[in-house]
């Protein structure tokens, strides 16, 4: 019985040799983005850095940002942006969700004759 779940994308699975290799970039450069908090590796217990698939992601939009002649300045604040931007949709998206449940038609009591009942609406 084979009850392998292969880790997600946050995973901090590849070494630096091979997280340079997906991305393209020397391991030097992988040091570098590091230090300057461009990409933050995970360590292991020896220090070694650990990356994860959405790091490599991250570290070739930093090359392809690089090679389109933005800083490494611009990048971090780009990257800074695009979280801020991927957290206002998330925030977007609760709220909508909120605003659809408090739209919903809800079993209300009202008076009947003197008498108390409740209106039961069909949800849809």
């Keep these: 019985m084979n009850d392998f779940i292969p ?3 946050e995973a901090k ?3 630096i040799s091979v ?4 991305s393209g970039l020397h391991p030097q450069t992988l040091r570098t983005y590091d230090r300057m908090g461009l990409v ?3 360590r292991t217990s020896g220090g070694g850095r650990r990356y994860s698939l959405r ?3 991250l570290l070739r939009m930093v090359a392809h940002l690089t090679a389109e002649g933005l800083g490494l300045e611009g990048v971090k ?3 800074a942006l695009e979280n801020q931007v991927a957290a206002l949709q998330a925030k977007v998206a609760e709220l909508q969700a909120e605003l659809v449940q408090a739209r919903a038609p809800q079993n209300l009591p009202a008076l009947y004759g003197g008498r108390q ?3 039961w609406r069909r949800q849809p």
């Design 19 to 22: 997280a340079a290799e997906l």
């Design 55 to 57: 790091d490599v992601e």
């Design 117 to 119: 009942v409740t209106v």
């Design 40 to 42: 933050e590796a995970g």
């Design 13 to 15: 699975v590849f070494v």
């Design 7 to 9: 880790p997600g994308p």
């Design 77 to 79: 604040r780009v990257i």
